[in-house]
């Protein structure tokens, strides 16, 4: 009996160091990324390849600003080699998370990056950052590159791969502005103005030579009233503009009160369509990458307005 119960413990014994053994080597093959946002998380994929695994804690529909860490987030967090997260006060809500993981392993603000002259500030706050930089693809690049650096940093043998990546990936991207300015270029310029309903748009909206106004603050989390519903409609009413924007991360009701108000001074706006601003589409579809998403972003705002 003694020699059995001995055979029992020694089995389960090695089996567990064997799966130790799995796990250990599997993290030592490949390293896990966490980022925030999939803007980042599809950066990451572009740059690294298949040379890490990749993690985004906010998936389709999910508004940054509002965010709160999950336990299980906490765990993921815990788990991965390298954290990015988007920074300038995006994901707010994370901040205290971040502080305390950066104790105990590579956390980078991708944001942070980019030099100050180059990030916009809330008008009526120019203390408070402009965190949608993924929108102005120069400026996004600066982000990307802190990516690159870090990744060099953790993983000095893969140099050579990781800036030939970033090279191909930075030559689709000014493919993108490209194709984009071209596209913009079919709305009369009268009518290149862009209602939404967050201050989302303003990088892309200066990139493009588009006239950006968001009915919320660029923050999702700064309140909205009567007063400022009104102000859009009256906008809207004197510049005859036919149609606004709802967005994929943000409810609807705000922009569906400001169709309505238009309605009672007799002018009849339009739903333009659905852009993706704070999150991106699901993964597997054409708009669940930065590209898919940012044309169909483009498409959607050019074959409304013109």
């Given at each position: 009996?003694?020699?059995?119960?001995?055979?029992f413990?020694?089995?389960?014994?090695?089996?567990?160091?064997?799966?130790n053994?799995?796990?250990?080597?599997?993290?030592?093959?490949?390293?896990?990324?966490?980022?925030?946002?999939?803007?980042?998380?599809?950066?990451?994929?572009?740059?690294?390849?298949?040379?890490?695994?990749?993690?985004?804690?906010?998936?389709?529909?999910?508004d940054?600003?509002?965010?709160?860490?999950?336990?299980?987030?906490?765990?993921?967090l815990?788990e991965?080699?390298?954290i990015?997260y988007?920074?300038?006060?995006?994901?707010?809500?994370?901040?205290?998370?971040?502080?305390?993981?950066?104790?105990?392993?590579?956390?980078?603000?991708?944001?942070?990056?980019?030099?100050?002259?180059r990030?916009?500030?809330?008008?009526?706050?120019?203390?408070?950052?402009?965190?949608?930089?993924?929108?102005?693809?120069?400026?996004?690049?600066?982000?990307?590159?802190?990516?690159?650096?870090?990744?060099?940093?953790?993983?000095?043998?893969?140099?050579?791969?990781?800036?030939?990546?970033?090279?191909?990936?930075?030559?689709?991207?000014?493919?993108?502005?490209d194709?984009?300015?071209s596209?913009?270029?079919?709305?009369?310029e009268k009518q290149?103005?862009?209602?939404?309903?967050?201050?989302?748009?303003?990088?892309?909206g200066?990139?493009?030579g588009?006239?950006?106004?968001?009915?919320?603050?660029?923050?999702?989390?700064?309140?909205?009233?009567?007063?400022?519903i009104?102000?859009?409609?009256?906008?809207?009413?004197?510049?005859?503009?036919?149609?606004?924007?709802?967005?994929?991360?943000?409810?609807?009701?705000?922009?569906?009160?400001?169709?309505?108000?238009?309605?009672?001074?007799?002018?009849?706006?339009?739903?333009?369509?659905?852009?993706?601003?704070?999150?991106?589409?699901?993964?597997?579809?054409?708009?669940?990458?930065?590209?898919?998403?940012?044309?169909?972003?483009?498409?959607?705002?050019?074959?409304?307005l013109?």
């Amino acid at each position: 009996m003694k020699k059995i119960l001995f055979l029992f413990i020694t089995t389960i014994l090695l089996v567990g160091c064997s799966n130790n053994t799995e796990r250990s080597s599997d993290k030592e093959g490949k390293p896990l990324v966490i980022t925030t946002t999939g803007q980042i998380a599809d950066a990451v994929k572009e740059i690294a390849g298949d040379l890490v695994e990749v993690k985004s804690l906010m998936g389709p529909g999910v508004d940054p600003h509002l965010y709160k860490a999950t336990q299980g987030d906490l765990q993921t967090l815990e788990e991965g080699d390298i954290i990015f997260y988007n920074g300038l006060h995006l994901e707010g809500k994370m901040s205290d998370v971040f502080e305390k993981m950066e104790k105990e392993k590579t956390v980078r603000g991708i944001g942070e990056a980019i030099p100050k002259d180059r990030i916009l500030s809330n008008e009526e706050n120019p203390d408070l950052a402009d965190p949608h930089i993924w929108f102005g693809i120069e400026i996004w690049q600066i982000a990307l590159e802190e990516i690159t650096k870090t990744l060099i940093e953790e993983l000095p043998d893969q140099k050579d791969t990781f800036v030939k990546n970033e090279q191909a990936y930075f030559q689709k991207l000014a493919d993108l502005s490209d194709w984009t300015a071209s596209r913009i270029s079919e709305i009369p310029e009268k009518q290149r103005i862009l209602i939404t309903a967050h201050d989302a748009f303003h990088y892309f909206g200066n990139s493009v030579g588009l006239d950006v106004r968001g009915l919320q603050g660029i923050s999702t989390d700064s309140e909205y009233g009567l007063k400022d519903i009104q102000n859009v409609v009256d906008f809207l009413v004197e510049n005859n503009i036919k149609a606004v924007f709802v967005e994929s991360s943000v409810s609807d009701k705000a922009m569906k009160a400001v169709i309505e108000g238009a309605k009672e001074k007799g002018h009849t706006i339009q739903i333009g369509g659905e852009l993706y601003s704070d999150a991106m589409g699901a993964e597997g579809t054409e708009e669940g990458t930065y590209i898919g998403m940012y044309k169909h972003n483009v498409n959607t705002i050019v074959d409304s307005l013109k």
